[in-house]
């Protein structure tokens, strides 16, 4: 009976071994030679940026007007050709209305003392009193000498060749005065001749000046860009962007009337911390997604890295400018997106 249970407990034991030594075959694991090495994770740059527009057109002119209507509002969306503002044009108008007029009136001014012939009429007619004057008072001479002969021979009386030489002595004062005033004449003649000249080089010179002065309002209106008296769009994919005046201001010169947003220049502009600048480079690979959908994902490159760091809320950062490729109309200017960028 002991044999009997010694020889069951041999067998337990044995068969215990033999189990322990097949479990310990199963446990031990399999390789599998032929397995493909994993591959390494894609490392990326994680930002926050908005979307905006490297091109703003800003609408400025410098004419004397007032804004009698505005077409549009900020936000809509414009193509080259649209009105945009309608202006009243009356001041610059009559401006020009003015100048006009005046030009023509010189003009005809010019003409009329150019054509103007020197008038000598005076001179001519003093000429003509002295010669006569000089004519008579040789006769008088003569006939006075002849008279100083009838004296010495006691023909006439010393009173009469007396009175006679005070006819004489008067007519030569009276060709003295008639050369004198010729004289005069003359030098007036020469002097009005040199005023009008200078008359008439002024009214050229206000000619010059009344076509300059039109020219430059005409080239106002003309550098404006204005169709009749409208504001028209010269953008071809736009967005009004602010709109500084209401309708009754005047414009100035040196303010914006509106701005239009470029929306074929659409760009991301995002801040990259600087622990990680070191990652992104220009023409690295980033997928753009708009916070206002973020099913939606649009595909973009760096294609700008400031040349410095700046702070923003604390923290130094790196600026950047991610170009979009697919761009559709979902994708607004100011719009907030998520951003990553994928490193090298």
Known sequence: MK????????????????????KAEVDQPTVN???LPEEPVQKTVQTFGTVQTKDVQG???DLPANIEKIHVQEGDKVKKGDVLITLNLKEIEGQIQEKEDALRVSKLEVEKMTAQKDDNSQIVQAENNLQSLEDEYNELNNELNNKAEFLKEGAISQNDYDEFKKTVDNKAKEVENSKISLESLKQNSEVNKKVDVLNLEIKKQNVEALE????ILNDKIKKSGLEGNKIICDVENGVINKIYNAVGDRLNPEKQIMSILDMDTLV?????????????????KATII???????????SVTRIANMAVVDNGE????VEITVENVDEFLLPNSNVNIQIIAE
Request: overall charge negative.
């Open 212 to 215: 300059r002065s039109l020219e």
């Open 3 to 22: 044999k009997q249970i010694f020889l069951v407990l041999v067998m337990s034991m044995i068969l215990l071994v033999v189990g322990c030594g097949q």
């Open 290 to 300: 708009p916070l206002a959908d973020t099913s939606k994902q649009y595909e973009g």
């Open 268 to 284: 991301v502009k995002a801040n990259v911390v600087e622990d990680f600048i070191k990652d992104v480079s220009l023409g690295n």
């Open 59 to 61: 609408i400025m002119l």
């Open 33 to 35: 030679e032929g397995a």
């Open 316 to 319: 130094t950062v790196i600026p």
